[in-house]
């Protein structure tokens, strides 16, 4: 073994006594000496380097894709039980016929008898080199743990596991495959002869004098020549390729509650605090000009109303007319109180919208929940996923209620397409959306595809479950009073004088909308990092604290914008406080765009589609998620000021 794989052999030994906090998960498994430890894979996924920082696909890749001609257990491999949200994740994981066994070493073994099989043809070679240059990342799984390679921050000095590592590197432009690999495998004593696996550093090589030997013995080659690398011929010819690995065992003190602690990693964590204390300013600042607009000029408005229409205006002079007018010219808000109540344009898709986006609220904010208090480890692949899927299915009873008592109390009658429209109309969107994305991947033969009869599970998890509990949200809110506007609707609708430029649904929109998204920018950006690079995103108190403020930016925009509509004389406050709100949906989907620009470069089209497609449908949702945050306190707002004022 080379010096500088003992280096980092000994590195894995600090690396492991890391500290951090502990997130449960799985059940630990106990292992005695010698025992079988399993080696399961994943698919092959792209990443970035520091020779390549830009990510060029969005593909992943099945282990036992026939071009990579790795080898094969025997009896084929199995598949590993996976939780729903893993499978949708691109989690695809397969046994191996990699063995190990607890506490013994093996410097050099090959991982298969070489077959003609296993040699690279000219389609295999030319598909591995693409892999190659793209960045591709093998991906394993040693006692649940992912294999990765051992990196330092740059700016902190972090030492910590980046997850994965090479299928191969390219030098001199020529791509290269790596096919031997050293497991440097962590392990902590429990108690007495058990042993637990605590942490894995993986360190691949390309060694083209690798070969297994008639005894069945094998020969890794030489690590220390840097100019050997085996590269497999693309041109027409066949090239033989022999795996092997070596397994090192060092005992670690690192206990097994936080072995994921090395894998949880933030890149400068000073920017998440700058932002967090940035958004924090925009919010103090918008709830100060609310509570000024509540507490200064609407109690000064309500009073100065409420006085007037005490007193008998037939018996008040010249003056008190003037005083009247002058009122009314100051405060405009009260001139449209026999219209701020009037039915909005289409009401149905509005109480559909507002519904599902409640819906979503309570979803988003019980998975950060629980995500929070611990309950949703990355030691458990696909929590995630799984616990928004069946909270998202859940909740639909609240979507149908809140649907069906918003539509109510705009005086719809239609209340059979409501409930109809309701659980169905979103989601056949977004499920739409994915079954196109997923086609296209189906097509280019990446492992990410979701299989078909998984996507039959989601569907009947849907109709089952969440259609019928939205079907009974919406019969209890038909069934309950709608909400009484605290003043009466006038028969003949008032006209609205023009706006001024800012006031216009445009303008608006660009000014509005901007503020949510700011409040959440920093934060979207390594949520967007750890979804398109692969990484754990753990820091939930971070994004906690980021939805709250969030939830507050879009209530107090939403307030302002309605206040000032009003001012002007504009009753058409429900569709414009939900759109100009949810208008930060443009901000994130632009973000997006930038992202690319900036951190993409993707070399098919269809990973340029799977990335438009999802980055759409994300912004659709963010759109319906804020327009009902911006809906609700917005009307809260209206009923509890015309509910303060007389009106004959």
């Given at each position: 073994m080379s010096l500088s794989r003992l280096s980092t052999i000994s590195l894995a030994l600090l690396t492991s006594g890391a500290s951090a906090f502990y997130l449960p998960g799985v059940a630990p498994t106990t292992y005695e000496h010698g025992g079988i430890v399993p080696l399961n894979v994943n698919p092959l996924t792209p990443t970035a380097s520091e020779k390549d920082p830009q990510l060029r696909s969005l593909l992943s890749y099945d282990y036992y894709h026939p071009a990579f001609r790795f080898c094969r257990p025997d009896g084929g491999p199995k598949d590993v039980s996976e939780s729903l949200g893993s499978i949708l994740f691109g989690d695809r994981i397969l046994t191996s016929p990699f063995e190990l066994k607890m506490g013994i070493n093996e410097s050099c073994k090959a991982v298969c008898e070489p077959k003609p099989e296993y040699s690279f043809d000219k389609p295999s070679a030319l598909f591995t080199n693409q892999r190659i240059r793209q960045e591709y990342n093998l991906n394993m799984l040693i006692d649940g743990l992912p294999a990765g390679q051992p990196y330092i921050d740059p700016m902190t000095y972090t030492e910590f596991t980046l997850r994965g590592?090479?299928?191969?590197?390219?030098?001199?432009?020529?791509p290269s495959?790596?096919?031997?690999?050293?497991?440097?495998v962590n392990y902590h004593e429990a108690a007495k002869g058990k042993f637990r696996v605590v942490g894995v550093l993986a360190l691949p090589s390309s060694r083209p004098d690798a070969k297994r030997k008639s005894d069945g013995s094998a020969h890794c080659g030489n690590a220390d020549i840097k100019s050997a690398n085996l590269t497999l011929d693309d041109q027409g010819g066949k090239t033989p390729v022999t795996f092997t690995y070596g397994v090192y065992w060092v005992e670690s003190t690192t206990a097994w509650a936080t072995r994921w602690d090395t894998y949880l990693h933030v890149f400068d964590p000073k920017i998440q605090w700058v932002s967090l204390i940035n958004s924090a300013i925009i919010v103090i600042f918008l709830c100060g000009m609310v509570g000024a607009i509540l507490a200064r000029a609407l109690k000064k408005d309500i009073a100065r109303y409420n006085r007037l229409d005490s007193f008998n205006?037939?018996?008040?002079?010249?003056?008190?007319?003037?005083?009247e007018d002058g009122i009314q010219e100051d405060s405009g808000w009260k001139l449209v109180h026999g219209d701020v109540f009037r039915t909005p344009k289409n009401p149905l898709l509005l109480s559909v919208f507002l519904g599902n986006g409640t819906q979503l609220f309570v979803m988003v904010a019980c998975t950060i929940i629980f995500a929070l208090l611990g309950f949703l480890s990355p030691s458990n692949r696909g929590s995630l996923g799984t616990v928004m899927i069946l909270l998202y299915t859940i909740f639909g009873f609240i979507g149908g209620y809140t649907s069906a008592r918003v539509y109510k109390s705009f005086g719809g009658e239609s209340w059979k397409r409501n409930i109809a429209m309701t659980p169905l109309l979103i989601p056949a969107i977004v499920f739409a959306t994915f079954f196109l994305l997923n086609f296209l991947i189906w097509i280019k033969g990446s492992s990410g595809a979701v299989p078909f009869t998984t996507m039959l599970v989601i569907l009947a998890i849907w109709f089952v479950?969440?259609?019928?509990?939205?079907?009974?949200?919406?019969w209890v809110g038909f069934r309950h009073a709608p909400v009484t506007p605290p003043v009466r609707v006038n028969q003949i609708p008032r006209q609205i004088p023009p706006s001024t430029s800012y006031l216009r649904p445009f303008p608006s929109?660009?000014?509005?909308?901007?503020?949510?998204?700011?409040?959440?920018?920093?934060?979207?950006?390594?949520?967007?990092?750890?979804?398109?690079?692969?990484q754990v995103y753990y820091m939930f108190g971070f994004?906690?604290?980021?939805?709250?403020i969030m939830i507050i930016t879009c209530a107090a925009v939403g307030v302002l914008l309605v206040y000032f509509l009003l001012c002007s004389e504009n009753y058409h406050w429900q569709w414009r406080s939900f759109t100009t709100v949810g208008a930060s949906a443009g901000y994130v989907f632009a973000n997006a765009i930038l992202y690319w620009i900036s951190k993409l470069s993707f070399a098919s089209f269809t990973s340029g589609m799977v990335y438009m497609g999802y980055s759409l449908l994300l912004s659709f949702l963010f759109f319906v998620l804020t327009g009902t945050i911006g809906f609700f306190?917005?009307?809260?707002?209206?009923?509890?000021?015309?509910g303060s004022i007389k009106v004959d």
């Open positions: 590592f090479p299928l191969g590197d390219v030098n001199e432009g020529k495959l790596n096919n031997h690999l050293d497991l440097v205006l037939d018996d008040l002079s010249g003056s008190g007319g003037e005083a479950i969440s259609v019928p509990l939205s079907f009974a949200g919406s929109m660009l000014l509005v909308g901007i503020l949510p998204f700011g409040a959440i920018f920093v934060e979207l950006h390594f949520i967007m990092n750890n979804m398109w690079y692969g994004l906690f604290l980021t939805y709250t306190a917005s009307w809260a707002f209206v009923q509890r000021i015309y």
